[in-house]
């Protein structure tokens, strides 16, 4: 099968002696009257045929040989006809792969343009210091942000924090001895809760707390 050059046609070396688009649209127009053409001698094919059994069943052979003779006449030609389309075909994709080589040589040489200008704007020593002032404004960022979450409120000198510390401690005994004398449920405890008598609570309660400042004052 003869193969056509595509090369000569012109289009990949810039030279635009070729509507590649035309011609592509061309072959393809070919190709389809072709398919019409096979389509045609097909059909033809199938009448004879459909005359020579017509003829055998008559008797007459003669004319049942010529039918069939004719048939095969003309399935030679739609082979030669289908051959045509495969060739036809073969070529289309030939051109078709070498315009789209030609795009991708196209957009290589267009990404090379670009990385070579990009490449001009490029300067190591001016990145190493733009990177070396950057760290330093990060530095100065940092720092100022220490000094700004250390805790400024005035400390508490050692006497003031036992002061606190008493205050706390005598707090939380005062709940445990209230919880001792059943004025409050110990932690914990799985006792519903009763509502109690309002007047023996407050009796209880100011009993415990005299008894604190009692102990308090004998201290």
């Known amino acids: 099968m003869a193969i056509i050059p595509v090369g ?24 389809n009257n072709l398919e019409m053409m096979s389509r045609r001698y097909g059909a033809e ?3 004879n045929l459909d ?44 051109i078709e792969n070498a315009r789209s080589q030609q795009e991708i040589v196209k957009a290589i040489r267009k990404s090379r343009e670009v990385l070579e200008e990009a490449a001009k704007s490029i300067n190591p020593t001016e990145i190493r210091s733009e990177l070396d002032r950057l760290s330093s404004v990060i530095d100065r960022v940092s720092l100022a942000t220490d000094f700004l979450s250390e805790d400024i409120s005035p400390s508490l000198g050692a006497s003031e924090i036992e002061s606190a510390v008493d205050r ?18 110990s932690p914990g405890s799985d ?15 100011d009993e415990v707390i005299a008894r604190l400042s009692r102990e308090a004052a004998g201290e």
Request: net charge neutral; no cysteine; aromatic share 2%.
């Open 8 to 31: 000569k046609m012109g289009f990949l070396s810039g030279r635009r002696s070729v509507d590649v688009e035309k011609h592509i649209l061309d072959i393809r127009g070919m190709i």
């Open 45 to 47: 094919i199938d009448h």
């Open 51 to 94: 005359l020579a059994r017509a003829a055998v069943r008559e008797g007459d052979d003669a004319l049942a040989r010529a039918y069939v003779r004719n048939a095969e006449s003309l399935r030679a030609q739609r082979t030669q006809v289908q051959q045509q389309m495969v060739t036809l075909r073969t070529v289309q994709l030939q």
């Open 168 to 185: 706390r401690l005598a707090s939380i005994e005062a709940e445990v001895l209230l919880e001792r004398e059943g004025v409050l449920p």
């Open 191 to 205: 006792v519903p809760q009763q509502e109690p008598e309002v007047e023996g609570h407050d009796a209880k309660i």
